[in-house]
């Protein structure tokens, strides 16, 4: 049984919702989740860098490509968004008419804090020659600001769609601007923003942990900073490097990424060994601040009650779909969905 003060939860519905709740500690959330998703028709999407137990009651595990995808296609009524508000966002922009929820709205996102829309309103007007390729790791404001959007996926193929000498602004992360420009020999303007999660693992840490496991291969995600990605043996989205220790030989990896995609990681290849790489601090793995406030306890509060919901502005919806369905249209051609 769980107790909410219902009145709070619904004078607070919608951006600011919040639930003032105590649950049973022995209820069997696994079980009532999976109730609730028969009895409200919802489809549970959750993010690889989600703790292990959301993992295991979601119905999509996947990057942000997958699940945006996912969430255009549903036909569920209600989308039970498991990661950060930007993605739960996105479900909206592409599928209006199903309610999405999100556990906990202030799973927000450092990179996409890194761009307040007026600032780069002003940023885009001193380049109007300029495309405006932005990392979904943005707000619904910036996407609207934005000629096409990407995730670490398909970034490469998306900016060699377009001519050679094509000027373009990169948005928000600057790390993963930085390793495309090399991958693609563009010369994109990038703003200055940067994952948190991404910048804090420590070089000299890795370095002697590689030193330890000399069998081990560093695998990487792109929108960590470039030393990193120099020494890495494989960089990828999460799922590109899911995939890539299901199909590669070694036995064990460094992981520079969130230490959620373990999980899955572990799961695929349970003889394998994933050792998480360190951050800069006293932790010995690398959690996102923000996808871990989401828990099984709110999953299962927000598919009950239906809080926080995710609402939006239809003017911006329909202007920040429009870099997205072109996105999809461009991986599509490419033939990467
Ligand atoms: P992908 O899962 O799309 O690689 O994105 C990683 C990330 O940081 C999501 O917030
Ligand atoms: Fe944002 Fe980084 Fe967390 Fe992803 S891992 S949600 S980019 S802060």
């Known amino acids: 049984m769980s107790v909410i003060n219902i009145e709070n939860a619904k004078t607070n519905i919608g951006q600011v919702g919040f639930l003032d709740v105590e649950i049973d500690p022995t209820m069997d959330l696994f079980h009532e989740i999976e109730r609730l998703k028969k009895e409200k028709n ?37 989308i039970v968004f498991a990661g950060v508000h930007f993605m739960a966002e996105t479900a909206k922009i592409l599928n209006p008419t199903k ?34 390729i932005s990392y979904i790791n943005c707000t619904a404001d910036i996407k609207a600001l934005s000629d096409i959007i990407c995730t670490s996926s398909n970034a490469q193929k998306i900016i060699e769609s377009l001519p050679a000498d094509q000027k373009i602004i990169f948005a928000p992360d600057k790390n993963l601007g930085a390793w495309l420009i090399k991958q693609t020999g563009r010369d994109m303007l990038l703003w200055n923003g940067a994952c948190i999660v991404h910048e804090i693992f420590s070089l000299e840490k890795i370095t002697r942990l590689k030193i330890r496991h000399p069998e081990a291969k560093l695998i990487a995600h792109p929108e960590c900073e470039d030393p990193l990605l120099r020494i890495a043996d494989f960089i990828g989205s999460t799922t590109q490097l899911l995939k890539y220790t299901q199909q ?25 060994t994933f050792i ?4 800069d601090n006293s932790c010995a793995c690398n959690d996102c601040p923000y996808m871990k406030l989401n828990t ?38 490419a033939g990467l969905i």
């Open 99 to 132: 309610k999405v929820v999100l556990p906990d709205l202030k799973a927000g996102c450092s990179l996409a804090d890194s761009a307040p829309a007026d600032l780069f309103r002003a940023f885009k007007e001193k380049h109007p020659d300029h495309v405006v």
């Open 42 to 78: 919802a489809i549970v999407l959750a993010h690889y860098y989600q703790e292990p137990d959301i993992q295991d009651v979601a119905d999509y595990i996947g990057d942000s490509l997958g699940l945006a995808q996912q969430a255009e296609k549903t036909t569920a009524d209600m």
């Open 296 to 333: 099984l306890e709110k999953l299962y509060l927000c598919m009950e009650y239906e809080v926080p919901e995710i609402l939006m502005d239809e003017s911006l919806r329909l202007a920040a779909k429009k870099p997205i369905d072109r996105m999809l249209e461009i991986s599509r051609a």
């Open 276 to 279: 998480p790489a360190p951050p």
């Open 248 to 272: 590669d030989d070694a036995r064990s990896y460094i992981v520079a990424t969130e230490t959620g995609i373990l999980h899955q990681m572990q799961k695929s290849s349970p003889d394998k």
